[in-house]
């Protein structure tokens, strides 16, 4: 069985994602936790990944890092449904995941993932607002052309809802007004069962990371280590 290293649960965006997909998709694998922002966690994570980061999937004696390597492996090993099965929404879904993996660095920035808290909804600026414009083209637009199949961006689970599942939960966290398409795909997302045992586990961490904490009184809290 597979091992999956991640960080916190509360904030660390890019190990949800491949979590996400492979519990998602059925796939068993054990799980390892190094917390960030301790003395100790640079030596810890560099115990398992040669470029210093999690997510890092371990596989026997092969290790693969970076969350859509991991993805694109559990894939083909697993024969795993990663992208969609028809060659125009395949190619769309690997697109707008590759945007993902590079791109929304102002939402990024602005609204780190924190799912302990619920802030009140405000002006984040014009970087925010350009990346939630973005997104939501990107979901009228995967849903229009391929979404019959399902409440997903392709119809059926895919990578690229894996990939986009950190910026939902920002979206909910920021309480960033959104049109009735998009609200519905990021509940679709908040709702999953594999989505709430994640959330559910990392509402119960103890480990606060101060720098995704943002400077304003949250309207919720949901953690009591918080």
């Known amino acids: 069985m597979p091992t999956l290293v991640i960080a916190n649960k509360c904030y660390s965006s890019w190990s949800l994602r491949p979590w996400l997909l492979m519990k998602q998709l059925g796939i068993p694998f054990d799980e390892i936790t190094i917390p960030l922002d301790l003395p100790e966690t640079k030596e810890n994570v560099l115990k398992h990944s040669p470029a210093g980061k999690v997510p890092v999937l371990i596989d026997g004696d092969l290790t ?5 390597a991991i993805m694109e492996y559990v894939g083909d090993v697993y024969g795993a449904p990663v992208w969609p099965e028809d060659r125009k929404a395949r190619a769309m879904a ?60 392709f119809g059926a689970f895919s990578a690229a809802d894996a990939m986009y599942a950190p910026l939902a939960t920002r979206l909910d966290t920021y309480s960033i007004a959104l049109d009735a398409t998009t609200r519905a795909y990021v509940n679709t997302i908040l709702s999953l069962p594999a989505f709430q045992e994640w959330r559910s586990a990392a509402l119960n961490e103890e480990w606060i990371v101060a720098v995704d904490e943002v400077d304003e009184d949250p309207i919720k809290n949901y953690r009591k280590a918080a």
Do not use: T
């Open 64 to 68: 693969v890092w970076e969350s859509i």
């Open 94 to 153: 690997r697109s707008v995941a590759a945007e993902m993996h590079a791109g929304f660095m102002g939402l990024r920035s602005a609204c780190p993932m924190n799912l302990g808290k619920k802030y009140a909804s405000r002006d984040r600026g014009e970087a925010v607002a350009r990346d939630v414009a973005r997104f939501s083209e990107i979901v009228r637009q995967a849903r229009e052309r391929f979404g019959a199949g399902g409440p997903f961006l």
